[in-house]
């Protein structure tokens, strides 16, 4: 703004010299700035869409991050229950062997008792035997026998327990099954 004119004390403004009077935007600047806004209207639809999905990847990772750090937790005493199923295996064939000191087998089935309880409250379940068919996905077949007395892909013999850690299969069990050829 121009310095003001003092006139009887009276500070006015020459605004027809110093300010030329606005006249309406000439159409192409004006289609130029409709052009723009739409434009720039675009650009932030693209941006908050863009946002959107970034946030709901992350989201995504956020939940799935999670899902595996709670799996790690939960299947991190696999490995050591896992290193501990042949001794539970020694405990069971030792408590089959008859022993002339009944008192040395009671403590020995007292031991294999808390020791089976311990595994069980980590999540360690054998793999039921009352199914008499042989299940590739939980049995292991060591031993097929010919046989004509039974029907086909019965279980004759569990040789070792299977066993299953949280409902995922640690062992599968070993066993002998019957075949009709």
């Known amino acids: 703004m121009e310095p003001e004119e003092i006139t009887n004390g009276i500070a006015t403004e020459d605004a027809a010299a110093d300010h030329p009077t606005e006249a309406a935007p000439a159409p192409s600047v004006l289609a130029e700035l409709v052009a723009e806004r739409d434009r720039l209207i675009r650009e932030k639809a693209e941006l908050q869409d863009l946002l959107q999905r970034r946030q709901a990847e ?3 990772f956020r939940r799935r991050s999670e899902r595996e750090r709670s799996e790690v937790f939960e299947f991190a005493s696999m ?3 896992k290193a501990l199923l042949p ?3 020694d405990f069971e064939r030792a408590l089959k062997v008859e022993s002339a000191d009944k008192e040395y087998a009671r403590v020995m089935e007292l031991i294999y008792q808390r020791f089976s309880e311990a595994l069980k409250k980590l999540g360690l379940e054998p793999i039921s035997a009352e199914s008499p068919i042989f299940n ?3 049995h292991h077949a060591v031993e097929m026998v010919d046989t004509k007395d039974y ?3 019965t279980i004759l013999e569990e040789y070792q327990r299977g066993y ?3 409902g ?3 062992r599968p069990a070993m066993v002998k099954v019957a075949v009709n050829l």
């Open 136 to 138: 590739p996905h939980i």
């Open 151 to 153: 029907p086909d892909q």
């Open 164 to 166: 299953s850690f949280k």
């Open 58 to 60: 992350f989201d995504n």
């Open 79 to 81: 490995d050591a229950v």
């Open 87 to 89: 001794v539970l295996d």
């Open 168 to 170: 995922r299969l640690v």
